[in-house]
C-alpha cells in the first residue's frame, strides 16, 4: 500500500516538527494528503526551523507549545490518528555537562504526551524515534534488537526511558506505540549551526566552506549512516504496519562505513574541504562507543523497509540543498569540537 492510500485524510502530529526528520517527515505526509499539525518549542540549539516547512507553510498548522506542558498536550492529542514523537534533546555534548534537559524534555516530555493519550486519545497509534545509542557499544556486530542495552550516556539513557514508557502504555494501557532506534541520521533541513550533535551535515558543511575535516583517532571507526529520506519511510512504514506495533525496530543501514571512508566521499561529492586526522576530544572519547552497525533484518521481515539511497547519492543530495539554501541554516556560530 502507497503513503498516499494510507495517510490521505489522517489526522496526524508531528512533535518536534520543525527540527530536522520532523520537517522532512511533515513534506511526505501533506504530499500523501493527511492533515498534519507540527507542535514545536523551537528550543535554541536544536533543529527548529520554520524555513524547513517553507513549501507546506500553507497546508499545515503549526503550534509552538512544549511537549512538558500539560494542558497543551492534553488538547493537541485530540482526534489525532497518528502521533509521531521526534521532539527531543539531542545535544549529546549538554548531556555531559547538565543531565536534566534530557530527564526533562525526553523522560517527562514523553510521558506528558503518553498520559494526554491515555486520558484524550486512546485510540491514537504512536510512533517514537529513539536512538542507536541505546544499545552502548557493540557485543556482536551487526547489532540486533535483542542485544544488550547499555546506554552510554544521559541523552541515551533517557531515550532508552522513554521507549520503555512507550511500551509500558501500550502493555498497560492499550496506548498502540512503535519505537525506532535510529542510527546516524543526515539530510536536507538539519541545524548546521554548530557541532555538538549530526556528523555528517556538520562534515558537509565543513566540505562546502573548504575547511579541514577531523577525522578522530585512525578514521577506523565503523558507522552506518542513514538518509533521511529513508528514514522518514522507515517512520511511515512502522506507523502503517500493525504488526509493529509493541515492538521495536532498528532503523539504519547494514552497510557500515568508516569515518574517514565518510570523509572522503563528502569532500569527493563537494569537491572542496580537507581532511586530517586528530586525537579524540575528551567529549567524543566519553561518549564513543566504537564500530557500530545495525542488523535491520526485522524491520525488512515485518515493517518492508530497508533504505534505498546510496551514500554518495545522499550526500550529493544534502550537498546541493545546503549549497542552495546556505544562508538559512549557517547562522553565526562556528564552535567545531570536530
Ligand atoms: N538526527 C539523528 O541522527 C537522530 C538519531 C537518533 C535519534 N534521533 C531522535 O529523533 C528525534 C528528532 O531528531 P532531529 O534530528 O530531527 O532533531 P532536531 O533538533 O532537528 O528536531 C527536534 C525538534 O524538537 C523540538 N523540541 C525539543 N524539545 C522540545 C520540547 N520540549 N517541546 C517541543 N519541541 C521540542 C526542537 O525545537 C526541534 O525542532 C529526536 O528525539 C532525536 O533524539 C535523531
Redesign the pocket.
Known sequence: MDFEKFFNGKKVLI?????????NLAIKLVGAGAKVTL?????PG????LFNVESIKNDIIVNF?????ENSMNYIVREKDYIF??????DHILSLTNPFPDI???IK?SAVLLEACAKFNKDTKLIY?????EYGSAVQLPVKEDRPLNPKGI?ELS?LTAQKLFKIYNDNHNIKSVSL??????GE???MQHSR??VVNWFIRLAIDNQTIKVFGDGSILRDF?Y?HD?VNAILKSAMCDKAYGDVFNVGVDKPTSFLNLVKTIIEVAGSGKWEFAPFTPERAAQEPGDFYSDITKAKNIIGWEPTTELKEGIAMTIDYYRKYKKLYWGGSNDSIW
Open positions: 512533535t518536534g516538527g520543525l527540527g530536522f526528520i520532523g520537517s507542535l514545536d518549542a523551537m528550543i536544536h533543529g527548529g526551523n507549545s512544549d511537549i512538558r506542558d514523537h521526534l521532539a527531543g534533546q539531542n526533562d524534555i525526553n516530555g524515534t529513539g536512538t542507536r545509542g541523552y531515550s532506534r535510529l542510527t546516524n541520521v543526515y533541513r538539519a541545524q550533535f549530526g542513514l533521511v528514514t
